[in-house]
């Protein structure tokens, strides 16, 4: 193996703690497409975490109690008010993103499909299980197995998708039957405080609350909470699980990915070309399940890599307003174009070719999409996650190389294999390390709830969704034994 860990994640630079005389210091949050300040949110304290999580388990049980039946009609009288806000929060995504209007749009709609799917099947997904008896002695018995949730969820969120990156956790935890106290990225709060809001607005149960903050104030969260889900870096993620086996508390990390992309010489090249410029470059790449590296079969190297940089070159790029005008916006702060530029930098300087792009976009925090080739597994742009839109395209002998070179990674989140024969693109993916593999697509999986969306490697412990598991991984398994006699 020729990867290297992850280095640990800086705390976002983006932010701005002041340190105010009376109540907590506030966090600055910004545009990062120009700069303005948008808003301020207080930078909470240990202590105001553990107030909030004492007075979440004070109406828990009362959610418990009404059952998924009683919490589904509070769930779709949220994704009402979704619908209705969507332009609203969509507005005030854009302002702490700086993200095109139409991707901006994404995350309400996201959220709305997926409340929807966990208000509807919860009943089905915490009904008792039954199994069958297996012994003399269990015969006897009337075996059940009880799905009972743990009563402070925690939900640890990072910048790239504000809304939907809170809303694909808390609603499943929600709807099992948990309190769930969010903190969401300091980088982007204002739209996880819309959430909040919007909880209230419609009159639910206390039992959804959001805290504002850096580290320290996630770290509180893990520190106070009963089930931990977090999504963010690998580096904080092992920093969490630490904290979580310290006070033997269960949890669930969503962490970064070096997704690769196989083009074999079967493939439909301008569908792939077309596909692997999306996956790389949509939301600037910064996406944990972004294509972040790419193996093409020899015979059709060229051919790729020239329809590849056409549609990378097509790509427009600028700050967007209400209407939609633009592909690729900014990227979160500079932290993460001073990873991006160093990731191109190191590259060129050990002889890559930049094909189009490689440089800072001209407003703000943006970075022009980018292709690479010439690139080896010596480049810290082929092994680190870039988080960024790069794409690194490699040059493979066949079929055994690409899947050696994809699966030479410390992560292991997603991938996809690009082929006109989808058998044989099945059978690659059972040879990938990935927690998911899309043929002839991206992303697609995210889309599927009723998928399991985990990460192998230092991508991940446990999984988001996955039908039923998407709702029990909240709650405690009790077994009852009743005579039947
Ligand atoms: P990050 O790890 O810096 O921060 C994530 C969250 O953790 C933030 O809310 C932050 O305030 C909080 N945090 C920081 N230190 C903490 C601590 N010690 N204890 C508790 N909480 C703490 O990540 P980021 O820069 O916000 O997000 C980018 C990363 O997220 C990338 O690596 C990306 O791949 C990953 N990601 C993964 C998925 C997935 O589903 N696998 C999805 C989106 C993003």
Redesign the pocket.
């Known amino acids: 193996m020729t990867n290297t860990e ?1 280095a640990p ?4 630079q983006a932010r701005e703690t002041t340190a105010k005389k009376d109540g907590p210091a506030v966090i600055e949050v910004r545009n990062p497409g120009t700069g303005e300040v948008v808003g301020t949110v207080p930078d909470e304290t240990a202590d105001a975490v553990a107030a909030k999580v004492r007075e979440l388990r004070l109406y828990q049980p009362e959610w418990e109690a009404i059952g998924p039946e009683g919490r589904k009609v509070w769930l779709l009288k949220f994704q009402d008010w979704l619908i209705d806000n969507t332009d609203r929060l969509a507005t005030v995504l854009q302002s702490e993103t700086a993200k095109p209007r139409v991707d901006a749009l994404i995350d309400p709609g996201f959220a709305t499909d997926l409340i929807g799917y966990y208000a509807r099947r919860a009943a089905k997904f915490l009904a008792d299980d039954h199994p069958s008896p297996h012994s003399p002695l269990a015969r006897v018995k009337r075996l059940t197995t009880v799905y009972r949730p743990y009563p402070v969820v925690g939900v ?6 504000p809304l939907a ?1 809170p809303v ?1 956790d808390v609603f499943p935890a929600l709807s099992a039957g948990a309190a769930v106290i969010l ?5 982007t709060p204002l739209s996880a405080l819309e959430l909040a809001k919007g909880w209230a607005e419609i009159g639910a149960p206390p039992v959804f609350a959001v805290v504002t ?10 520190g106070n909470a009963d089930y931990i889900q ?8 092992r ?2 699980a630490a ?1 979580c086996v310290e006070r033997m508390v269960p949890y669930s ?5 070096k997704d690769p992309a196989i083009v074999l010489a079967d493939a439909d090249l301008e569908r792939a070309a077309h596909g692997i410029a999306f996956g790389g470059m949509f939301n600037s790449g ?4 972004s294509v972040e590296r790419v193996y093409v079969e020899a015979p059709v190297y060229d051919e790729f890599v020239a329809k590849l940089t056409a549609n990378v070159k097509a790509l427009r790029q600028g700050l967007d307003g209400r209407d939609s005008k633009y592909d690729v916006g900014a990227l ?1 702060n500079e ?2 174009v001073a990873i991006v530029q160093r990731h191109v930098e190191e590259a060129v300087a050990a002889g890559a070719k930049v094909l189009t792009g490689g440089k800072r976009a001209g407003f703000g925090t943006a970075f022009e999409p980018t292709v690479l080739v010439d690139v080896d597994h010596s480049m810290s742009c082929v092994t680190e ?1 870039t ?1 960024g839109p790069t794409l690194p395209v490699m040059k493979v002998a066949d079929e055994s190389e690409a899947v050696r070179l994809a699966n030479d990674s410390v992560y292991g ?1 997603s991938a996809s294999v690009w082929t006109g024969d989808k058998e044989r693109g099945e059978r690659i993916a059972r040879q990938l390390n990935a927690g998911a593999v899309n043929i002839n697509d991206v992303f697609a999986n995210l889309f599927s709830y009723a998928l399991p ?3 192998w490697g230092l ?2 412990v446990g999984a ?1 969704w996955g039908g039923a598991n998407g709702v029990r991984k909240y709650c405690r398994q009790q077994a009852i034994t009743t005579p039947i006699l």
């Open positions: 992850p994640a800086t705390e976002a640890i969120t990072p910048w790239n998708f990156m694909m903190k969401p990225s300091e980088v903050g850096a580290g320290a104030t996630g770290a509180a969260v893990v977090f999504t963010g870096s690998t580096a904080t993620g920093k969490i904290a990390l969503e962490l970064g990915g910064q996406v944990c399940i979160a932290n993460q996650e988080f989140l969306m985990g990460g991508s991940g988001r």
